[in-house]
């Protein structure tokens, strides 16, 4: 299981470290920087690299590495899971999970870390479990802490570490109780040269935001759960219920979590929701550059926060360019190109970019031109079709306030130019 | 107010400051003192000196310093173990604490303390924590087994701890029974024993199979994963199992879909394979795989190591998903590669275009190393799949047009594997590949080129002049570019031998004078001593037709793979390893899959037993070269078949050479060729050095048959007038799948041949020709393979001269005496036959006698051996009949003219000294005559009427 813990941050420095078993000398991280500095860029460390005596299983996550060691032979994928855990709780906690955060609460860190692994073996790895076992810092608390002397450490056990439902502590009270539940489509879709689809899919999530009293338990169904088939639900979902009826059934945890996503693969995918038009000709010493993206089925909604990127190769020194619509900037050290177009209206003339590139000179053109990247957001719209249709709450008495909210965006929307 | 204070440091020195701070009276103070001590041990500060203040502090009812002197014991207990001992009160006495989380810290530390000192004091409290009315310290007790374990295992046996968890494994809190599962399997993996602690019966099973739906998400991985090394005792069980654990496809944590899916893997081989449930398997386990492609590059990662096991396993589950692993842009390295093996390992006739497609759009990215691995993508599909191969040919050729130095390398490595698979189809583009010659600048690319000259070197015109300009630069290439110059040049030289003597020469020298590396300087020796002792044999041996290759070379072998699956979500999975190669201190039993029982259901044969591959297209093998397989094949008593390569010298009939042929070869070869060079431990000396022309003319130890073969190439033809039978048919078409195959026997300059037409008429093309003899009674055996290098297409003919020779080993006496029994073998099927070999092709030409001699032998033969012939439809005068038969070595002894007859009396002898004599009546006008034959020898009558037949027919 995983022995031990380094944290490091983008410049290399080791800043963080805890053991679950016996010491283990942070030299073992050479072997990872070895491995960093044979790597062309940060996201491509390979997750799992073998020492002499050693495992090291790493993550990325936002300028940080998550070094795990392990040395006997274990499930990688539950390292990483866990890792992941650990960073979802850190943002849990701290709001985010950054160098500055991590060494601003050390001691919850440190604590934390302690209460969700023991021997390596996880012990407390529910958000709200562990909330009750040590308390999320907030100014209030750390004021009254100083007043009071008392600490942010309960020394009570949890109640929900060994109930059936562990996600849920009991005796939760709320004046207003609500129940928000998001569901948001990730498109994913490769678009070649000739604007035609070569993979599309999307990528659904249920994320909810649950503040109820008591012990609710809650039902969902949906519209069009022919859709749903390959689907991977929070555990608090009763599986049986879905295999035999289609309907979630589920005690929620309490506050934030994500309660299903879901995979649509490309034989019931029916609609791109943009299009994109690149020009792009890059000869030597100069080039021309010219996009335009447009709203294709969009049920009539919206598209937002249009956001287009792309990297150009090493050759391109500049790029000048004039948008009809929002602001442009050109990276001359990574080289890269963002346009961020804002909403796109129907009724105007329809975004576009165009301009020309400069060329270091002397050097032969690049063999292919970049591929362009899109960002977007459509309000109230769940591409695929999916739909809840009823939320039904049983065990208590109250009323809550129940809400669904759709929203779509480009996932990896890639267009090759 | 944040933490980040406790890491500022003061003027007096810290340690000296916190050491005061950790003795105040004040709580507060020592609180704050404690955390710092916790900040600096965080970053790696080195804080043990404080050991003694801070075991101070851990009597305490404030409950989180008590947790933060216990995170610093734990850090330092084994660097200071007589401090330790300190704590050890405090300890035993938190066990019996009032407050489940206290007793439950309590045992949780002492088992991470490392020091032989706690641990005896440990046993008591961790007994009476194991019984513990609360779950969450019985839970917290079982981990602390496995740790204890890890300190000391002798004590947890003795103490019997390991029954006690064993127990637990029927708690009623999932958690605790997840907990207990996790240890115990930590134990049977460290313990020397394995897994004879921990072995499951099906009661257990079911309470794991309970736990299994409550549990964490945690304990579900131990629990699955302990359920994978579990084997049902029959079907039913097993897929009851499945049952229960398909649900957990649908988890949001990847790593228990993917025990999840280890578990099911392995259970299917248990089952019929033909029944549904195993298609509803199939189905069901497609859409997690997939999912977990869309969650984060570690993840995606794991999981497109494990999934290329599992599509060799079992293709069918993924093979509609194809356009899932296509690469986006930003994917990082690593998934890209990883995601292209398995895009290859799915590309099927149907999906070849996308795949295609896909392929050339990768190569022209940015990433020199996935742009390889692209274009080494396309050779792939184009081996894989046949018909993709024209496409993948052009693709390539396409791909080296854009001249992008690593494309061009890269395309010819590849190319050189679709030319090993798709022999004499594509080498059209060869002039194009030599175009970009001087590009070529990585080891392996250079070697490919080579090898792809020296392979077509009868197609490039100027083969010699391209493999020279390598050859220049011979001592700064890499050693596998030299070995490959090496033999390149060794098939140029058999291939176009004109000219070429002076570039093999200086290879050779090369290669074994002035070279370091052993394999290059034997391989040298052996072709050098090849080519000087048996040109022929070099030959047969530098020429032979190669295996093809195939995708196949490329799986994962069949019980690794086996092995593989039962490790699917671990380490070994993603090196694709066993365990057993990687971790240290691992007991080497191995894992392997469940084998279906023949009791159960159908009488299919086992799944786990590799499917042996059909033996038609490759013969099995023994250690000789490839024409002596298809002995074996026949189950001919072929005698030690090597011989008629290594000493065919001595079994050449004692002919003349026709010095003629030799003049061709030149002065450079025959130097070559001569095996009475002074010594044979150093070939080296056999070039260059003045041949001792003494006794033998360096000529007459070579074989005479490597004249023959040399002289073909020569393209030199025969001028001798003896017969030669028109070709018969030997094999007819319908009866041979389409192949039809005439042939007769010759002799040309006293070498013996077997001249055939091979006739394919059937529709597809055939390839791959083979021929083997069985003993004769002359010994004939073939000098060289058959050689019909190019395929033989429908309705064409190709014909073919095979030359043999007599080798003693050979011999074995036939009835009919000259009958010969042939094998051919091509790419369908091998077809057998057998032929009369003339007989008067054995006759010496010194065969006549003095007329004395002959009346002597007449008298001496009994008349018993004496036999009488007819021969009909003869319109030849007697004179005529005399001169074709001693062309053919038929002599007329003496002729009589009696009663208007004409009596010839006849004498031949054969190449094994035998004797014979004839009477030969002619009655000018009478196509009919009467021929009497005698020998001492008597079976050979019959054959000498046969050759007299075909002479007098011809």
New interface residues.
């Given amino acids: 299981?995983i022995s031990s813990l380094f944290i490091i941050n983008a410049s290399g420095d080791?800043?963080?470290?805890?053991?679950?078993?016996?010491?283990i000398s942070?030299s073992v991280c050479d072997y990872f920087f070895e491995a960093q500095e044979k790597?062309?860029s940060n996201?491509?460390v390979?997750?799992?690299i073998?020492t002499p005596?050693h495992?090291l299983?790493?993550?990325?996550h936002k300028q940080l590495y998550f070094v795990a060691v392990v040395?006997?032979?274990?499930?990688?994928?539950?390292v990483?899971?866990?890792l992941?855990r650990i960073i979802n709780t850190f943002e849990d906690y701290f709001s985010d999970c950054t160098e500055t955060s991590i060494?601003?609460?050390?001691?919850?860190v440190?604590?934390l870390l302690?209460e969700m692994l023991?021997?390596g073996?996880?012990?407390a790895?529910?958000s709200n479990i562990l909330k009750e076992l040590i308390k999320p810092p907030n100014i209030l608390r750390?004021a009254v802490n100083?007043v009071t002397?008392s600490?942010?450490?309960?020394?009570?056990?949890p109640t929900g570490?060994?109930s059936?439902v562990?996600w849920r502590r009991s005796g939760v009270k709320y004046t207003n109780n609500e129940a928000y539940f998001d569901v948001i489509e990730e498109v994913?879709c490769?678009i070649?040269k000739m604007g035609s689809t070569?993979?599309a899919?999307i990528?659904g999530y249920v994320d909810s935001s649950v503040k109820l009293s008591g012990m609710p338990d809650l039902t969902m169904s949906f519209v069009n759960h022919r859709l749903l088939?390959?689907?991977?639900?929070?555990?608090c979902v009763r599986?049986?219920r879905?295999?035999s009826e289609r309907v979630l059934s589920f005690v929620p945890p309490d506050g934030n979590f994500?309660l299903l996503?879901y995979?649509i693969?490309?034989s019931n995918l029916t609609a791109i929701p943009v299009y994109v038009r690149p020009n792009i000709t890059i000869r030597e010493g100069s080039g021309k550059f010219e996009l335009s993206i447009g709203p294709k089925q969009t049920m009539g909604k919206l598209v937002e926060d249009v956001v287009v990127t792309s990297d150009f190769?090493k050759q391109v020194l500049n790029m000048s360019l004039t948008p009809n619509q929002g602001t442009y900037s050109f990276d001359p050290v990574n080289k890269t190109l963002r346009w961020e177009v804002g909403k796109i209206n129907p009724q105007k003339q329809i975004p576009t970019i165009k301009g020309t590139i400069s060329l270091q000179s002397g050097m032969p053109p690049p063999?292919?031109n970049p591929?362009i990247?899109v960002q977007f957001k459509i309000q109230q719209l769940a591409i695929s079709g999916v739909k809840v249709n009823r939320l039904d709450m049983y065990g208590e008495k109250y009323k809550p306030f129940k809400g669904v909210k759709y929203i779509t965006k480009a996932g990896?929307f890639?267009v090759?130019t | 107010m944040s933490d980040s204070k406790y890491f500022t440091t003061t003027k007096k020195g810290e340690i000296y400051e916190l050491k005061a701070d950790l003795n105040s009276d004040k709580k507060e103070k020592k609180k704050e003192a404690v955390k710092k001590v916790i900040a600096s041990m965080t970053i790696g500060k080195d804080v043990s000196s404080l050991f003694p203040d801070v075991v101070n502090c851990m009597q305490t009812d404030n409950l989180e310093l008590k947790k933060l002197v216990y995170l610093y014991l734990m850090n330092y207990a084994k660097s200071q173990p007589d401090m330790a001992i300190m704590a050890v009160n405090t300890f035993v006495k938190d066990c019996d604490d009032t407050n489940p989380l206290i007793r439950a810290l309590a045992v949780r530390t002492m088992g991470c303390i490392r020091v032989d000192k706690i641990t005896e004091y440990l046993c008591e409290p961790l007994r009476k924590c194991l019984k513990d009315e609360d779950p969450y310290v019985q839970k917290t007790a079982a981990v602390c087994v496995a740790k204890l374990f890890d300190i000391n295992p002798q004590l947890v046996e003795d103490q019997g701890f390991i029954d006690q968890l064993k127990d637990l494994l029927t708690a009623s809190n999932p958690m605790v029974v997840a907990n207990a599962v996790a240890a115990l399997s930590e134990i049977s993996e460290a313990s020397p024993s394995g897994s004879a602690l921990f072995d499951l019966n099906s009661q257990t099973i079911n309470k794991l199979l309970t736990a299994l739906n409550e549990c964490t998400e945690w304990g579900q991985i131990f629990i699955l994963d302990s359920l994978a090394n579990f084997t049902p005792k029959d079907e039913k069980e097993a897929q009851s199992i499945c049952e229960r654990v398909t649900p957990r496809l649908a988890h949001a944590n990847a790593a228990v879909v993917l025990s999840a899916v280890k578990v099911l893997m392995k259970f299917m081989e248990m089952m019929n394979p033909t029944g549904d449930y195993i298609d509803t398997l199939v189905k069901k386990l497609s859409p997690p795989l997939v999912t977990l492609l869309s969650a984060e590059p570690e993840v995606q990662y794991v999981a497109l190591r494990n999934i290329n096991l599992i599509v060799q396993k079992r293709a069918d589950i993924l093979k509609h998903e194809m356009k899932v692993f296509f690469v986006k842009y930003n994917d990082p390295i690593y998934v890209k590669l990883e995601k292209l093996d398995i895009m290859i390992r799915l590309a099927s006739q149907g999906n070849i275009a996308q795949v295609l497609a896909e392929l050339k759009e990768y190569a022209t990215e940015v990433d020199v190393d996935f742009v390889r691995k692209s274009v080494r993508a396309i050779g792939r599909c184009a081996i894989k799949v046949e018909q993709s191969a024209e496409r993948c040919v052009s693709t390539l050729l396409d791909l080296i047009q854009t001249k992008v130095n690593y494309v061009v390398q890269e395309a010819i490595v590849v190319i050189k594997d679709i030319f090993r698979k798709y022999p004499n189809k594509y080498e059209s583009i060869i002039a194009t590949l030599c175009e970009n010659l001087d590009t070529l600048d990585e080891p392996e690319a250079r070697a490919s080129m080579i090898w792809i000259i020296g392979e077509y070197a009868e197609r490039i015109d100027n083969a010699d002049e391209l493999l020279e300009s390598f050859v220049e630069g011979f001592q700064d290439e890499n050693s596998q570019v030299q070995l490959q110059l090496l033999t390149a040049v060794v098939k140029l030289f058999l291939k176009r031998p004109q000219n070429t003597q002076e570039l093999v020469q200086s290879v050779l020298t090369l290669s074994t004078q002035n070279s370091d590396n052993p394999d290059l300087r034997d391989r040298g020796y052996i072709y050098w001593r090849l080519l000087s002792t048996d040109p022929a044999a070099a030959k047969n041996v530098v020429l032979a037709e190669k295996p093809l290759i195939s995708e196949e070379t490329d799986l994962i072998e069949p019980t690794l793979l086996d092995e593989l699956i039962c490790y699917i979500g671990s380490l070994a999975s993603v090196y694709h390893k066993p365990p057993s190669a990687f971790v240290e201190g691992r007991s080497n039993t191995r894992r392997a899959l469940p084998i279906r029982s023949a009791g159960s259901g159908s009488a299919s044969p086992e799944p786990s037993t590799p499917q042996k591959a059909p033996e038609t297209t490759v013969i099995p093998t023994t250690p000789a070269p490839e024409n002596d397989l298809l002995g074996d094949l026949l189950n001919l008593d072929l005698g030690p078949t090597n011989q008629q390569f290594m000493s065919p010298a001595p079994a050449a009939p004692p002919q003349q050479q026709d010095s003629s042929s030799f003049d061709l070869l030149g002065g450079g070869l025959d130097s070559l060729l001569d095996t009475q060079a002074p010594t044979q431990s150093s070939p080296a000396m056999v070039l260059g050095g003045p041949t001792p022309q003494a006794a033998h003319p360096p000529v007459a130890a070579a074989p005479p048959g490597s004249l023959g073969v040399l002289g073909d190439i020569f393209g030199v033809g025969t001028a001798s007038g003896e017969f030669v039978a028109p070709k018969e048919v030997w094999l007819e078409a319908p009866k041979c799948k389409g192949l039809e195959l005439k042939g007769t026997f010759s002799k040309k300059n006293n070498n013996y041949f077997m001249d055939m037409s091979f006739t394919n008429k059937a529709m597809q093309q055939m390839s791959g020709f083979a021929i083997q003899l069985n003993k004769n009674s002359f010994g004939l055996v073939p000098m060289s393979p058959l050689n019909i290098s190019s395929p033989l297409n429908a309705n064409q003919q190709i014909d073919a001269s095979l030359q043999l020779v007599i080798s003693p080993t050979h011999m074995q006496r036939m009835d009919p005496l000259m009958n010969l029994q042939v094998a051919i073998k091509n790419n369908i099927d091998v077809f057998y036959f057998s032929a009369l070999i003339p007989m008067y092709l054995f006759c010496t030409p010194d065969g006549t006698m003095d007329k004395r001699y002959f009346l002597q032998s007449w008298k001496d033969i009994p008349s018993q051996n004496e036999a009488a012939f007819v021969l009909t439809n003869i319109n030849l005068t007697t004179d005529a009949i005399q001169e074709k038969l001693a062309k053919n070595n038929i002599f007329t002894v003496a002729k009589r003219h009696v009663e208007g007859q004409d009596m010839l009396y006849q004498s031949m002898k054969l190449v094994n000294n035998v004797e014979i004599l004839a009477e030969l009546k002619v009655q000018p006008g009478n196509p009919t005559l009467n021929l009497a034959i005698k020998s001492k020898v008597v079976d050979v009558a019959a054959s000498v009427h046969h050759s007299f037949l075909l002479i007098l027919h011809g």
């Fill in positions: 299981m080791i800043f963080m470290e805890k053991h679950w078993k016996s010491v942070r790597a062309s996201e491509d390979p997750a799992v073998a005596h495992y299983i790493s993550i990325y040395q006997t032979e274990v499930s990688p994928l539950f990483i899971e866990f992941h060494k601003e609460n050390y001691v919850v440190y604590e302690e023991d021997n073996f996880p012990l790895t529910e750390t100083m002397g600490s942010n450490v309960s020394d009570t056990l570490q060994l059936n562990p994913d490769i070649d070569v993979f899919e990528q088939d390959d689907v991977s639900f929070h555990p599986y049986k879905w295999e994500r996503s995979h693969g490309a190769p063999e292919a591929a990247n990896k890639q090759r």
